[in-house]
T-cell receptor
Framework: GEDVEQSLFLSVREGDSSVINCTYT??????LYWYKQEPGAGLQLLTY?????DMKQDQRLTVLLNKKDKHLSLRIADTQTGDSAIYFC???????????FGAGTRLFVKA | DTAVSQTPKYLVTQMGNDKSIKCEQNLGHDTMYWYKQDSKKFLKIMFS???????INETVPNRFSPKSPDKAHLNLHINSLELGDSAVYFCASSHAGTGLVTEAFFGQGTRLTVV
């Protein structure tokens, strides 16, 4: 069945890079997403990558996809205290109606 | 202009009551969802409607009944509320199909507390 796994916690110092990892099981995944959830708020799409891409960069965010290992990572450069949040990895297959979410990685940024 | 809006934002009610949560999207999407987020922040899909038709119905007690009067609205009615129903319920919408970036847009959530 479909499953998305992430580590639950990550703590970094302000100014360092953060790397959040995710693995998924569905080989038909076409769209892979990173969402951010701040306390008391809904989920906000940060970035996405198609399964035919290896990398995508968007300002401080870099997404790397290893399709062979079904591994996705999100790198946040120059992490700021405002980046403290829960980051959800998610996947969806082409034509599918269901987005499957990981359990979320809680990022703590120490000043 | 809120893209996906849910009401109410907070809902406190007693066990055994029946309550509804409403959701509306103005993005022109054809697919809407209800997700439940528990106290550990795990996010589980409950239902999905595509063009007003139920297409995903995960293992959810039949006390939960979604209703989609049109493509822009998906409401969630819960009968005989139990303590374990306390959670944050998120509505979301997206395009379905191929060739489109089908990311889901989320509402702000409804925090349901059953006492």
């Amino acid at each position: 069945g479909e499953d998305v796994e992430q580590s639950l916690f990550l703590s970094v110092r302000e100014g360092d890079s953060s790397v959040i990892n995710c693995t998924y099981t569905d080989s038909s995944s076409t769209y892979l997403y990173w969402y951010k959830q701040e306390p008391g708020a809904g989920l906000q799409l940060l970035t996405y990558i198609f399964s035919n891409m290896d990398m995508k960069q968007d300002q401080r965010l870099t997404v790397l996809l290893n399709k062979k290992d079904k591994h996705l990572s999100l790198r946040i450069a120059d992490t700021q205290t405002g980046d403290s949040a829960i980051y959800f990895c998610a996947e969806r297959s082409s034509g599918g109606f269901k987005t499957i979410f990981g359990a979320g990685t809680r990022l703590f940024v120490k000043a | 202009d809120t893209a996906v809006s849910q009401t109410p934002k907070y809902l406190v009610t007693q066990m055994g009551n029946d309550k509804s949560i409403k959701c509306e999207q103005n993005l022109g999407h054809d697919t809407m969802y209800w997700y439940k987020q528990d106290s550990k922040k795990f996010l589980k899909i409950m239902f999905s409607y595509n063009n007003k038709e139920l297409i995903i119905n995960e293992t959810v007690p039949n006390r939960f009944s979604p209703k989609s009067p049109d493509k822009a609205h998906l409401n969630l009615h819960i009968n005989s509320l139990e303590l374990g129903d306390s959670a944050v319920y998120f509505c979301a919408s997206s395009h379905a199909g191929t060739g489109l970036v089908t990311e889901a847009f989320f509402g702000q959530g409804t925090r349901l507390t059953v006492v």
